[in-house]
C-alpha cells in the first residue's frame, strides 16, 4: 500500500512538472511575456499597430536593410517559415520584422529589401516610423533584447532570434533565426496555440 501512495505521488509531480514546462498555453517552456501597445509604419506607408495583430498568432524580428551579415539570412529563413506554413495549410500566421535602424529604413527601403526576398506582404510587415532611441527601449522592455546603434557607425547590434506571439500578444517562445532554425519545433508550436 505504502508503495502505490508513493507510485501516486510520483505521477501527481511528474504531471504538475509537464504542466509547468508547457506552460498555460501547452508549449514548452512558454514565456508569457505582454507586449506593449505599439503603432508605428509599415513598408507602404501605412499605419500598423499591435490591434492589427489581436486575435492573431504572429512571428517578429529584429532587422536592418543596411546589414552586413545576419539580416539577410534572417529574412530569408523567415521567408521559408512563411513558405512552410502555407504548405501546411497554416495561412493566418502573421510577420512582423520590426527595423532597428529606422533612420536608414524608411518605409520605401523597406520594400525594397523585402522585395529582393520576394517576402509575401499578404501577412508579412516590415516596420519603422519611431526613434533609434524608441525601437532600443522597446526591444529590451518588451523583447528582453538588446538593441544598439553605436555613434559613428552604420551598424547595429542586435538579436538574431526569432519570436512567436500568441493571439493576446504575449511572448511565447524564441528561437535562433539565423542558422539551423527549428522549422519543425516552431510550426508545432504553432499549431498548439492555433488548437489544430
Known amino acids: 500500500m505504502?508503495?502505490?501512495?508513493?507510485?501516486?505521488?510520483?505521477?501527481?509531480?511528474?504531471?504538475?512538472?509537464?504542466?509547468?514546462?508547457?506552460?498555460?498555453?501547452?508549449?514548452?517552456?512558454?514565456?508569457?511575456?505582454?507586449?506593449?501597445?505599439?503603432s508605428y509604419v509599415n513598408q507602404d506607408?501605412?499605419?500598423?499597430?499591435?490591434?492589427?495583430?489581436?486575435?492573431?498568432?504572429?512571428?517578429?524580428?529584429?532587422i536592418f536593410t543596411n546589414c552586413k551579415n545576419v539580416c539577410l539570412p534572417m529574412t530569408a529563413n523567415m521567408v521559408k517559415l512563411q513558405q512552410k506554413l502555407k504548405d501546411e495549410g497554416i495561412s493566418d500566421v502573421e510577420f512582423v520584422s520590426f527595423s532597428v535602424d529606422p533612420e536608414v529604413d524608411k518605409p520605401e527601403v523597406?520594400?525594397?529589401?523585402?522585395?529582393?526576398?520576394?517576402?509575401?506582404?499578404?501577412?508579412?510587415?516590415?516596420?519603422?516610423?519611431y526613434s533609434q532611441d524608441d525601437i532600443q527601449a522597446f526591444a529590451m522592455d518588451n523583447f528582453k533584447t538588446i538593441v544598439q546603434k553605436p555613434?559613428?557607425?552604420?551598424?547595429?547590434?542586435?538579436?538574431?532570434?526569432?519570436?512567436?506571439?500568441d493571439q493576446d500578444g504575449k511572448i511565447i517562445r524564441d528561437y535562433t533565426g539565423l542558422q539551423d532554425i527549428p522549422f519543425d519545433e516552431m510550426i508545432k508550436h504553432i499549431k498548439i496555440l492555433q488548437n489544430y
Not at 18 to 37: F, H, Q, R, Y
Request: charged residues 25%.
Open 151 to 165: 555613434d559613428n557607425e552604420d551598424q547595429v547590434i542586435h538579436q538574431t532570434s526569432f519570436y512567436l506571439m
Open 2 to 38: 505504502k508503495k502505490l501512495h508513493i507510485f501516486q505521488a510520483a505521477i501527481g509531480m511528474v504531471v504538475i512538472l509537464m504542466l509547468t514546462a508547457c506552460g498555460s498555453n501547452g508549449v514548452p517552456d512558454a514565456k508569457n511575456w505582454d507586449i506593449e501597445e505599439f
Open 110 to 129: 523597406l520594400r525594397e529589401f523585402g522585395d529582393q526576398f520576394n517576402a509575401d506582404y499578404t501577412n508579412w510587415n516590415f516596420l519603422t516610423g
Open 45 to 62: 506607408g501605412k499605419s500598423f499597430s499591435k490591434e492589427d495583430l489581436k486575435g492573431k498568432v504572429w512571428v517578429a524580428d529584429f
